[in-house]
């Protein structure tokens, strides 16, 4: 499984972006997709993730609210929506996904990971 993701870039405090993330290869074995996070000087953290079918979203505390993780089926994408951004939204954020929707609840987890792409967020 290969994860392209991309739509990182630079935006102001309050402002949204949109993260795609296409999956190509074997995805019939894929039952989960997701986001991550990491910092500078952090670790990576689980932001939100979703059933390979679209539905039973979990998010993170810091980001229930303001962003929104969406799977569009006929594309083999996942969308990540994130509005009202602060500051410390500012990380490499990376797609993850997992032939197990439990594998993209947290790092160790993890089957298969994109390469991240940066979103700063300036004050």
């Known amino acids: 499984v290969q994860l392209q993701a991309y739509g990182g870039g630079l935006v102001q405090a309050g402002g949204s972006l949109r993260l795609s993330c296409a999956a190509s290869?074997?995805?019939?074995?894929?039952?989960?997709m997701g986001w991550f996070r990491r910092a500078s000087g952090k670790v990576r953290e689980f932001v939100a993730a979703?059933?390979?079918?679209?539905?039973?979203?979990d998010y993170a505390d810091s980001v229930k609210g303001r962003f929104t993780i969406s799977r569009d089926n006929d594309k083999n994408t996942v969308y990540l929506q994130m509005s009202s951004l602060k500051p410390e939204d500012t990380a490499v954020y990376y797609c993850a996904a997992g032939r197990q929707y439990r594998a993209v609840l947290t790092t160790t987890g993890v089957d298969y990971w994109g390469q991240g792409t940066l979103v700063t967020v300036s004050s």
């Open positions: 290869g074997r995805t019939f074995s894929l039952r989960g």
């Open positions: 979703i059933t390979w079918g679209g539905s039973l979203p």
